[in-house]
């Protein structure tokens, strides 16, 4: 994956050059250790500005809506999927996008790190397997990726992106993997501790948004907690106005999720909201078959109606 | 269904949500619905949880 | 007069403040596992130890004095009442406080925002109450986080301002130091009177050398404010911010808030909440019409109004103290440091350029 780069530089380089695209989107590199941000590369001179490591989690989907240029973006699994899922919802058209897929290896939870270490973390490398970080007390640790990376990323079963126009490396081997067992024990537990477990969740709750904006599906032009008239959910810190928050985002996302951590990965407060979203996705599943962002010939779940659709709910 | 399922999931009892379709020619499977729905709250009691009075801020 | 605080003395202190005082400080929030994650300002329970193992609370100090949401009137629509629609004030608990464990990176920040929320034409009598009802207990930073650049915004890991008292560890136990007549009574009031034979300006000096990251704002307040506003880099400055609230909830020293009327059946209540420059809606007009309407606007407002406004309007340096927590908690990395030392070269070109 550290070679990734060369080839990234190399494919955006051609691309402005030939004016296949007039921009590219991508991570340049960040100011604090394991952080990259989001940038946008106009000039083939300044490609070399790319970066590529296992700290470029954030969803890069979301910079590309609204825009007239043609886009070369760079993209993991997970935003090829929320690619996908953009162009399902008319948000974006195939033809302005040049989709430079990255078959993916998953991205490392800085936070998970952070607090493994004693100190504070100055710098970080990697090699293919382990990061490698030292702290403020000059002391030097290494990890194993495969047990730092976010958890969504080690659930992850669409590393490799399902639509592009390029890939910058050879496909990736795809993980089996039990997906929902956070979520089934969740459902293990009785109603009492379900209503505890949520409440004690969105404790910590600041309603900064982070997790809604970071999120490519969350680009309605007034979100119902922003709208005054009718104003749907009070705008404080009510436990019982957070939680509708919480409970109402989720479920605008059901049947579009692509548990790309996004949302998790923004939180200041590092509360996983995941465990909502993962519930409308395993249903989903279980339910109509349908996962989020596969093909954008096919429509959603929540779009269609089959004569086979269980409907035991409507009586 | 969906819906559902994710109130549950949060901690909101199945038997508070109904959905049902009702032609306006149905007047006997209205009666039923609404019988079925009231039986079912009622053994429920009321809700505590996930409700909102005053605003319970600093 | 420094006083000298041992590790049991500590605890008994702290109960015999409890008989007379609220106490506040910073308290571990909890991982499913149980381990720490990080720390907040809280309440303290009967008994319950500020936890001042810590770099720095994750959200900061502001919360003490200017809570996110906060009841500042009730009313009844019930037209059989005698006081319908009337606002009647949400009364104070009257109690006094203690807040231990400030850095004096936020007490500086309260210092600051005092200046908008205390000023001779109006006082805010809400944030003035808590401010006033509250004793000021800051914890000096012998290892500050490498995101700290607090020296370099006339602040600093031992900086007094704003503070009654200020902590620093020593051993198991703590030094105390009285910088205000309401520091000196918490001392006496907890019965921590054991005169310490030292002085703090070594462990100043040092912790200071450990500071590590550093900001330029010297040429700010030269600068011409049309030609920052119009500078050329906010487009990349502002490209990867998606808009959330983080670096505003989290800075101490951001003080915007939003009115809001909740009622519930007859009985209503006014509330203050904290807003955020960087929503979209924190701008929109009842027109309809968002006079800030793009990602780009809002980014530059806030280093503008930090970097900028904030330094033309008070001539009393930025409006940030340097605790780091925008930097460090940014989902997309976006850095003050490099944009105040970008606006800072900005303007020192443009002076260069003018004079050549
Ligand atoms: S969710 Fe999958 S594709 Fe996305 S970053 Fe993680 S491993 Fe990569
Ligand atoms: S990002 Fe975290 S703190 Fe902010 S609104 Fe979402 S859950 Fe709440
Ligand atoms: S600068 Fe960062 S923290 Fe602030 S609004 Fe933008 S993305 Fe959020
Ligand atoms: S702007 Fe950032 S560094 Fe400055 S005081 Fe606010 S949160 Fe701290």
Redesign the pocket.
Same mark, same amino acid.
């Given at each position: 994956m550290l070679t990734y780069i060369d080839e990234i530089r190399a494919a955006s380089a051609r691309l402005l050059q030939e004016g296949a695209v007039e921009m590219v989107v991508g991570f340049r590199q960040g100011s604090q250790p394991m952080m990259n941000e989001p940038c946008l590369i106009r000039r083939p001179e300044d490609v070399d500005t790319l970066v590529w490591d296992s700290h470029c989690g954030i969803n890069l989907t979301n910079y590309l809506t609204n825009r007239k240029e043609k886009i070369a973006v760079i993209a993991k699994g997970c935003d090829a999927r929320n690619i996908v899922t953009h162009i399902i919802e008319n948000k974006i058209e195939r033809e302005q996008l040049y989709i430079l897929g990255v078959p993916c290896q998953g991205m490392v939870d800085k936070r998970q790190i952070a607090m493994r270490v004693a100190g504070e973390i100055t710098e970080v490398g990697e090699s293919d397997t382990e990061i490698r970080v030292q702290t403020t007390r000059g002391e030097i640790q290494t990890f194993a990726k495969a047990e730092v990376l976010q958890q969504n990323c080690t659930l992850c079963t669409h590393r490799n992106p399902v639509l592009y126009d390029a890939l910058i490396a050879e496909a990736v081997s795809e993980q089996t993997v039990d997906r929902y067992t956070d979520v089934a024990a969740i459902e293990a537990m009785t109603i009492g501790e379900r209503q505890q477990y949520f409440q004690d969740l969105f404790a910590p709750c600041i309603r900064?948004y #982070?997790c809604r904006? #970071?999120c490519p599906l969350c680009y309605c032009p007034t979100c119902f907690v922003d709208e005054a008239q009718p104003q749907w959910v009070g705008k404080g810190q009510d436990a019982v106005d957070v939680m509708t928050f919480h409970f109402l985002r989720a479920y605008h996302c059901a049947g579009r999720c692509t548990d790309c951590g996004a949302c998790e990965r #923004?939180c200041?407060v590092g509360i996983n909201m995941r465990v909502l979203t993962k519930k409308l996705e395993k249903d989903c599943v279980n339910n109509f078959g349908w996962e989020a962002g596969l093909s954008p010939d096919v429509r959603p779940a929540l779009d269609t109606f089959n004569l086979d659709d269980p409907d035991k709910l409507i009586k | 269904m969906l819906l559902s399922n994710l109130l549950e999931y949060m901690g909101i009892e199945r038997n508070r949500l109904h959905m049902s379709w009702v032609s306006s020619a149905e007047a006997t499977k209205f009666i039923d619905v609404v019988t079925e729905v009231t039986e079912a709250v009622r053994a429920l009691g009321p809700n505590k949880y996930f409700i909102k009075d005053q605003a319970k801020v600093a | 007069m420094i006083k000298k605080i041992a590790k049991d003395e500590w605890a008994s202190g702290l109960s015999k403040l409890a008989k007379t005082y609220r106490l506040f400080g910073p308290v571990a929030e909890r991982g499913p596992d149980g381990a720490r994650t990080f720390h907040n300002f809280k309440a303290l329970a009967p008994g319950e130890l500020p936890d001042l193992d810590l770099g720095n609370t994750r959200l900061s100090a502001k919360s003490l004095v200017f809570p996110q949401s906060e009841a500042m009137f009730t009313y009844t629509l019930d037209e059989d009442r005698d006081d319908h629609h009337i606002l009647k004030e949400v009364p104070a608990d009257g109690m006094s406080r203690v807040a231990f464990g400030i850095r004096p990176c936020d007490a500086k920040a309260l210092a600051m925002v005092r200046m908008n929320f205390d000023t001779p034409e109006y006082k805010d009598p809400y944030w003035l109450r808590l401010y006033e009802a509250t004793t000021f207990v800051g914890l000096a930073c012998d290892a500050p986080c490498p995101t700290c650049f607090c020296t370099s915004t006339e602040c600093g890991p031992y900086h007094e301002e704003g503070l009654d008292l200020l902590l620093c560890a020593e051993g198991e136990g703590l030094l105390a130091k009285a910088i205000t007549e309401k520091g000196e009574r918490l001392l006496a009031d907890a019965g921590w009177e054991e005169a310490a034979d030292q002085d703090l300006g070594a462990r100043k000096a040092a912790a200071e050398g450990c500071i590590t990251s550093r900001i330029g704002t010297d040429q700010l307040a030269e600068g011409d404010l049309l030609d920052l506003h119009g500078a050329d880099f906010w487009e990349d400055v502002?490209f990867?911010?998606? $808009? =959330?609230?983080?670096?505003?909830y989290?800075c101490p020293t951001c003080w915007c808030f939003d009115i809001q009327d909740e009622v519930f059946k007859q009985e209503g209540q006014r509330l203050r909440q904290w807003d955020?420059c960087?929503f979209p809606i924190f701008t929109v007009h009842t027109t309809g019409h968002n006079p800030r309407d793009t990602?780009t606007q809002?980014?530059r407002q806030?280093f503008m109004h930090k970097l900028k406004y904030f330094v033309d309007k008070y001539e009393k340096g930025i409006m940030c103290v340097g605790c780091g927590r =925008?930097v460090r908690?940014?989902?997309? $990395?976006?850095d003050i440091r490099k944009v105040a030392d970008l606006m800072n070269r900005y303007t020192s070109d443009a002076a260069k350029a003018e004079q050549a």
């Open positions: 900064c #982070a904006n #970071a #923004a200041p | - | 502002a990867a911010c998606i $808009n =959330c609230g983080t670096c505003t989290l955020s960087m990602k809002r980014v806030r =925008c908690h940014c989902p997309v $990395n976006i």
